[in-house]
């Protein structure tokens, strides 16, 4: 699932600056969910700053401590591993029923620019392990009209230790980086799997993963670094932020999965950019067949028509978004990472005389959040003892006026408390703030409809172009959009199951009558 802007920016941030720690039991907990925004996720990851020496190479990466009780599972997976056996996953449900994990920032982030993925353990070196017994074949297929895609398949691998792990270039074997002492270490092993020409699908096997992702690339293969972590290296993966990051002008996209020995989970993802459209089929032990379309053929097209043609006081901010701003768009940057790649100036204010008048109508009528959850539904209202500055919902928490950052990012602010049952109320809070349906609709989500979103002048338009620009509408375009609209569409894109099959594909065969002429033309499509 996905990473988002911090309080202050620097135009430059090494590797070292921007350094994530991931649980991978509760990122695949939250996947799986599909609830509270995961990313980059995702596509959440909270974000830690670190002061950096000067560094020629630049990325941001993630990086995590274990918990006591991750550090006594590792130990026996160390063990085991000395007995030449693998170690058993915990399953997934046992978290479910945990009921209330704190919630991780999205997608990032996942979050996620440059997010990190570190092992807990520490392990014995260059090691190439397969897993074939463990192991699941998915299948992947180039729909584009490129001769030559990459892919590549990261996570941390379930069954050793949650050790970060790429797919090797043979499709099948799961490779584990080592240990280095030098910050931006590019990936010593090529991991990168030729997809094939346009028409042709290839299987791929995957092990157990948490955090997964599968990435393309068009034409150029993408660039992977390594920093030292305690117990192992951290990936430090291709950024859309980072004005330095060797993948920027290339053409890329990813989707996200964990995959575990009860079911596998995955969505695309447009929390931190839209690019190339990606699309998702599975197909479960039960006969279940879910899928997921992706984007038209002229998907980012369309976004970038719809984000020239914006004429507010914020046209200029909304056109910032188009990656590059002349000649032929890579992709369109979310508005959160507008934020990074602005250095913070992108949509000053944009978003507060919203919340102003959304602060004020509560103040005199009560606000009824449907937490979707066992706090059912929760009153809140804008305190007098504060001039209405803090919307309160009793002893469950509380929520300061947020800023346009806060409300683009779902996870600074008031919103950095998901601490019971701030976690669903922050996720629905946020959600309806992106949707602008606070002043219309006193009950949230309850009342709600997909077709009532982004209906107000100040809304969030990123998300509003982007999910016009799928058939189904479906995929994550900011951190909590898989807050449900009862008995509506769900907005996030998922899948999951019991996988008998899963197929990705890459480039779309979705048209509309008025994308004839750009498919035509040539491109990805």
């Not at 704190?102 to 090691?127: F, I, M, Q, R």
């Not at 005389?353 to 937490?371: G, S």
């Not at 947020?402 to 950095?416: I, K, L, Q, W």
């Amino acid at each position: 699932m996905s990473d988002y802007p911090q309080d202050e920016y620097s135009e430059e941030q090494s590797y070292e600056d921007q350094s994530y720690e991931q649980d991978p039991e509760l990122a695949a907990t939250e996947e799986i969910i599909g609830e509270e925004g995961h990313e980059e996720e995702a596509e959440e990851e909270a974000v830690e700053e670190e002061p950096t020496e000067e560094e020629s190479v630049e990325e941001e990466a993630v990086e995590e401590e274990p918990t006591e009780e991750e550090s006594v599972e590792e130990e026996a997976v160390e063990e085991e591993l000395q007995e030449e056996e693998s170690s058993d996953e915990q399953p997934v449900e046992e978290e479910l029923q945990e009921e209330e994990a704190p919630e991780e920032e999205p997608a990032a982030e996942e979050v996620y620019d440059g997010e990190t993925l570190e092992a807990p353990a520490e392990n014995s070196g260059d090691e190439d392990r397969s897993l074939d017994a463990e192991g699941f074949e998915i299948t992947l297929e180039n729909r584009t009209n490129v001769e030559q895609v990459f892919c590549y398949v990261t996570g941390q691998a379930l069954d050793n230790g949650n050790r970060v792990c790429f797919v090797k270039a043979d499709r099948r074997t799961t490779y584990f980086p080592e240990n280095i002492t030098e910050v931006g270490s590019e990936v010593p092993e090529d991991c990168a799997i030729r997809l094939g020409a346009p028409g042709e699908t290839i299987a791929v096997t995957i092990p157990h993963i948490a955090g997964g992702r599968i990435w393309f690339s068009l034409d150029q293969k993408l660039t992977f670094y390594l920093n030292p972590g305690g117990n192992g290296p951290a990936i430090a993966e291709p950024s859309v932020t980072n004005k330095t990051d060797p993948n920027i002008d290339i053409r890329w996209g990813f989707c996200e999965f964990t995959y575990n020995r009860d079911q596998i989970y995955a969505n695309i993802s447009y929390v931190d950019f839209v690019s190339l459209p990606i699309s998702m089929r599975l197909e479960t032990t039960s006969g279940d067949v879910q899928s997921v379309e992706g984007l038209y053929q002229d998907g980012l097209d369309s976004v970038v028509a719809g984000l020239r043609a914006m004429d507010s006081d914020y046209a200029a901010d909304w056109q910032s978004l188009i990656y590059p701003g002349d000649g032929t768009p890579l992709r369109v940057l979310s508005p959160n990472n507008a934020h990074v790649w602005s250095g913070g100036k992108a949509f000053a204010g944009y978003y507060e005389p919203y919340v102003h008048a959304v602060w004020a109508r509560y103040r005199n009528e009560a606000l009824l959040v449907d937490t979707q959850a066992s706090y059912g539904t929760l009153e809140g209202r804008c305190d007098d003892a504060d001039d209405g500055d803090t919307l309160v919902f009793g002893r469950h928490g509380r929520f300061a006026r947020p800023s346009t950052g806060d409300v683009f990012s779902c996870s600074t602010g008031p919103f950095r408390d998901n601490q019971g049952a701030m976690g669903p109320l922050t996720a629905r809070i946020s959600a309806a703030l992106n949707r602008s349906t606070l002043l219309r609709n006193p009950a949230q989500p309850t009342a709600e409809t997909v077709a009532s979103f982004y209906a107000h002048d100040v809304t969030n338009h990123y998300a509003r172009l982007v999910h016009a620009a799928n058939p189904d509408g479906r995929g994550y375009a900011f951190p909590y959009d898989d807050v449900p609209a009862p008995g509506d569409v769900d907005q996030s894109g998922f899948v999951t199951g019991q996988p008998r099959a899963f197929h990705v594909c890459i480039g779309s065969v979705v048209r509309r009558s008025d994308s004839e002429a750009v498919a035509e033309e040539g491109g990805l499509e």
